[in-house]
C-alpha cells in the first residue's frame, strides 16, 4: 500500500506576543496587538508529500490570496 501524500493545510491561531512572523501575503509582520485579539493563519506547507516549510498570514489576508493552502481548519 503507498504511504498516504501529506497535504497542505492551514490552521487559524491567535498572535501571541512576540510573535516575529512575515505575512506571506502583503509582506507585513503579523504583530501581537493587545486587546484587539488577532488571529493569524498558520499554513504548514507540503511539497510532493513532504512537510517543506511553515508560512504565516493575516486571517484576511488568507482570505484575500483565495486559501492558497486550503481552507482553514482547526
Ligand atoms: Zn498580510
Redesign the pocket.
Known sequence: MAKEQQASRAVLRSVDPGNSAM??????P?KFVARAQKKQVIANVYVKGSWDRVEH??D???E?ANEPFGPIGE
Open positions: 505575512c506571506a501575503h502583503c509582506g507585513a503579523v498570514f493575516h484576511d489576508c488568507y484575500e
